[in-house]
């Protein structure tokens, strides 16, 4: 049973996984086809929260027109009504009982994150298999209810390590999709084929732009923004998973046509990613709405040098975004005319997963060095791009940073308190053509790119320097 109608359980299990957002930004980030599109930060989150909601939201609905579909063809309107809600009734007290058990584990068992993670998946996957077994397809309505639920109940912190979140559900939808393809065989497509692509060109050329229209009427969503809304829409494993379960169960019970849906659904799904696929960046390019490639540089330090590493950053052409913790080094960034993101930037970062949006480099420049260590462990989780550290005194210095196994910025000896003596002693931060050498004396901090993209120095040594580059170079110290 689980082999023939199986992909539904485990598919729930992914449907769950992305319906535990709820009401918090989603953890793992956009997916794959919008990190390399990289549309403007609004219209990224915009696509990201679609998806994110669209999938739960359509499966739950499929299980109910499922049900309705059963129930028509059988029995009379009063029977139809209460088959109807009875389904919806198991799925519901199916999902509040898994929130409750579920609840309970995270909350009074001193769970690790892989562990935790471990029992969130088998409890969803229980519980759907239960309420499955009990009435037929009312697993994902229960799936869904526990993700949300789950999202949303106060005082409750979701442990998800990202790596293995991310390895767990990739793993899971390679199996899928596997296992699902294997079911269509090109005598099922056909007849099937050309129908189904007049629907995938009547949903992208159509249904898709309208959706988007009438969502977006009466919004500060630019046009070009929308148009673009309009041409995103590729289905997927959710499709995929619904469509194979419930098209057995129809088939089963005699409804025409059953057999045609898992075939037709294919179609669909392999032509709206191919089209999406490969249109997705010209058209992002054409309507100009794709992020600068330029690097958008987090100085995380209010130090005098780390102000002014931020305003050569800036002079150089960078976006520039700084963080301190301290009242008055954010009021001398403030009045050195930085910008300065808010106050609780990381608190947000590192307590509850939220991606860093925007930034591609993470530079912790603080004082302190355990600090330093501990928020690169962190972000390095949730920023797309590279985060450094500064080196501290020696290797042994702290109680974190000895450990936390990263190359260091700058150069050998170029370390924290090296650079705020040298400072103090008169050194300066200044940008000169790469093409022309690095003078005497003078220190390679990073080389910004002619694209605007930023590299950095470290302990392994300088980046290499090309045509057009600009170096950012820390001067020697002015003599006593």
Partial sequence: RLLARGPGVAGWGVVWLGAGVGGRAPRAGPPPLLRFVRPT??????????????????????ALVFHGVLASGQYGFAEQAAMFCG????????????????????????????????????????????????????????????GIALANLPGLDMPARRSFFETLVSLIIGLLFISISATVTPQSLRHVALPA???????????????????????????????????????????????????????????????????????????????????????????????????????????????????????????????????GQRRRITDAGLDLAPGELLAAATGSGAEL??????????????????AFMTLKETVEGPVHRLAPPTRGHGVVAPYA?????????????????????????VLLPAGEGVPAGHDTL??????????AATEAGPPAPGAGDTAVLLTPAAPV
């Avoid at 930060?41 to 499929?62: A, F, N, T």
């Avoid at 007049?198 to 309208?210: C, D, I, K, T």
């Avoid at 469509?243 to 025409?256: D, E, K, N």
């Avoid at 990073?446 to 590299?455: C, I, Q, S």
Wanted: hydrophobic fraction near 55%; aromatic fraction near 6%; proline fraction near 4%.
């Fill in 87 to 146: 389904s919806a009734a198991v799925g519901l007290a199916g999902g509040a009982a898994g929130t409750a058990l579920l609840w309970l584990l995270l909350r009074h068992l001193t769970l690790d994150e892989v562990l935790a993670t471990t029992v969130q998946l088998a409890a969803v996957v229980s519980v759907a298999a239960a309420c499955d077994a009990y009435r037929d397809d009312t697993g994902l309505i229960a799936a869904v209810v526990m």
């Fill in 197 to 327: 692509l007049g629907l995938v060109a009547a949903l992208v050329l159509l249904v898709r732009p309208l959706v988007a229209l009438l969502s977006t009427a009466r919004t500060d969503v630019p046009r070009r923004e929308r148009w673009f809304i309009g041409w995103m829409a590729p289905r997927g494993i959710v499709a995929a998973a619904t469509a194979s379960t419930f098209s057995a169960a129809l088939a089963a019970a005699g409804t025409g046509g059953a057999q045609k849906i898992l075939p037709a659904t294919f179609v669909v799904i392999v032509a709206t990613v191919t089209v999406y696929g490969l249109t997705a960046v010209p058209a992002a390019r054409r309507l100009g709405v794709r992020r600068s490639a330029r690097s958008r540089p987090l100085l995380v330090g209010g130090d005098p040098w780390v102000i002014e590493l931020g305003r050569a950053l800036r002079s150089a052409g960078l976006d520039v975004l700084m963080w301190a913790g301290l009242d």
């Fill in 41 to 62: 930060e609004r219209l990224q989150r915009v696509l990201v929260w679609e998806g994110s909601l669209i999938d739960p939201l359509g499966g739950i609905l499929g």
């Fill in 446 to 455: 990073f080389l910004v790119r002619p694209d605007g993209r930023l590299a």
């Fill in 405 to 429: 196994g990263s190359e260091a910025l700058f150069g050998p000896g170029l370390n924290r308190p090296e650079l705020a003596h040298r400072y103090a002693a008169g050194a300066r931060i």
């Fill in 357 to 374: 949006e925007g930034i591609t480099d993470v530079l912790l420049l603080t004082d302190e060095d355990d600090f330093n260590a501990l």
